[in-house]
Structure formats: C-alpha cells, structure tokens
C-alpha cells in the first residue's frame, strides 16, 4: 500500500514540476517578445531623435526654422503613433501568454482530477 502511494506521490510531483516547467517556458518566452518589441521600438525612436538633433544643427535662418518645426511635430506624432501600436503589440503578446499559461493549468488540474480517479476506479472494480 504504501509503495502504491509513493509511486502516486512520485508521479504527481513529477508531472507538477513538468508542467511548472512548461509554465516558466511560456512566461519567459512571452517576456522574451514584449522585451524584443520595446526594444525595436526604442531604436526607432532613437533614430528619430538623432534625425531630428541633425536637422536641428543645420538650421541657420526662420525659414529652416520653421521647417524644423514642422518635422517636430510629425516626428512627435509618429512617435505617439509608433507608442500605441506597440502598446497594442505588447498587450496582444500578453494575452497570449495568459492563455496559454491557463490551457496549461486546466491540463495539471485534469491531469490531477484522472490521477485521482483512475486508483479509485481500479480500486471499486477490485472490490467487486
């Protein structure tokens, strides 16, 4: 009897850490992503930023002044742009994560539920 409980015990562990396992993958693969989009999205920004500084040190009348003006204004709207759809992005990845994380806590729970099940049902037969 209680090698049949060790050997449920060992088996529940075994599957609990698999499937911690496989939840760290999915966190880390997902933080791996939303990592990758900002940091995409920072070396845009820092492209613009330098582009714009350029255009700024090269300016020397009104006229090259208010063209100047013009490109900040864009630039800043591009980067609000460029801001959300990341943001979109990264929520996207995020919801993504989340429910593959949930499919794997419904499989160890359904995979608990029948390791329980399974004994009692060997158990009841073996009765009659």
């Known amino acids: 009897m209680t090698q049949q409980l060790n050997t449920q015990v060992f088996a529940y562990a075994k599957q609990l850490a698999d499937s911690a396992f496989k939840a760290q993958s999915v966190a880390l693969k997902g933080l791996e ?11 845009k920004q820092a492209e613009a930023a330098s582009d714009f500084i350029s255009d700024a040190f090269e300016t020397r009348d009104i006229d090259g ?3 100047l003006w013009e490109k900040a204004t864009a630039a800043s709207r591009e980067n609000a742009e460029r801001a959300v759809a990341v943001t979109q992005e990264i929520i996207a990845v995020t919801q993504k994560t989340a429910e593959s994380l949930t499919a794997l806590a419904q499989e160890q729970q359904q995979a608990a539920n029948d390791a329980v099940v399974a004994p009692v049902k060997k158990a009841a037969a073996a009765a009659k």
Do not use: F, P, S
């Open 65 to 67: 002044l208010r063209a």
């Open 33 to 43: 992503r939303v990592a990758e989009l900002q940091i995409k999205a920072l070396e």
